[in-house]
């Protein structure tokens, strides 16, 4: 059964924390993404792996980096968040190019 | 780079009523098109996704159609119900990026009420 994993599923974090948040996908994906989604904007970029230990920034990378040393997990770090960083954070995976996949999301709220 | 405008952005039909949304998008190399359902609470749901050389698709009540002239991607809903009730997006990719990166309409909430 092709899955997504997120977790964890809500975050609360007070401005100036680290968060870390965790993807996994059981399809052997070789490229994996992470998107953040805001009311009325759809879903931005943040950043795309395109295999173990390459990583790419996508359209709004600024204070996010990312972690790549299996393939099957991806992780999104924010040091020390900032509350303009509040969002729902989504991961995705594809093989390839092909159709993305997506997990159920992470609620954040930064305080 | 590719934009893409999504309308409209709130819609309300009837149970059984026809429910479309329509996606207009910028860039001619644009190649592949995708429309993805998100309930409440959950992630991205791929419906139906189409290649630049098919007109038209359809799927278990949902049509899609491709106007590559007018750069217009919409989805119809046939006999709309409850259930289809969530936000729509569509996503567009195109050849020339070697990224797999997709840009996404701003989604469209549909109500369905019996």
């Known amino acids: 059964d092709m899955k997504v994993t997120q977790m964890p599923r809500y975050l609360i974090k007070r401005m100036g924390e680290n968060v870390l948040l965790e993807c996994g996908q059981d399809m052997s994906h070789e490229t994996m993404y992470w998107y953040r989604q805001d009311p009325g904007l759809g879903l931005q970029l943040i950043y795309i792996s395109y295999d173990v230990d390459s990583n790419s920034e996508g359209d709004i990378p600024k204070g996010y980096r990312v972690s790549r040393k299996k393939r099957e997990h991806f992780s999104l770090i924010l040091d020390s968040a900032k509350t303009n960083q509040t969002s729902v954070y989504f991961c995705?995976?594809?093989?390839?190019?092909?159709?993305?996949?997506f997990g159920p999301g992470t609620r954040l709220l930064v305080l | 780079g590719e934009q893409v405008e999504q309308r409209p952005p709130h819609l309300s039909v009837r149970e059984g009523d026809s429910a479309f949304i329509i996606c207009t998008y910028t860039d001619s190399a644009t190649a592949y098109f995708y429309w993805y359902k998100q309930e409440p609470g959950a992630g991205l749901q791929l419906l139906m996704s189409?290649?630049?050389?098919?007109d038209r698709k359809e799927e278990q009540g949902l049509t899609v159609l491709l106007n590559k002239k007018d750069k217009q991607l919409s989805l119809n809903l046939t006999a709309a119900h409850p259930g289809d009730s969530a936000v729509y997006f569509c996503?567009?990719?195109?050849?020339?990026?070697?990224?797999?990166?997709?840009?996404f309409g701003h989604g469209t909430i549909l109500r369905v009420h019996p």
């Open positions: 189409v290649f630049s050389n098919v």
């Open positions: 995705a995976s594809s093989s390839g190019q092909d159709t993305q996949y």
């Open positions: 996503a567009v990719r195109n050849t020339g990026a070697n990224t797999g990166k997709l840009t």
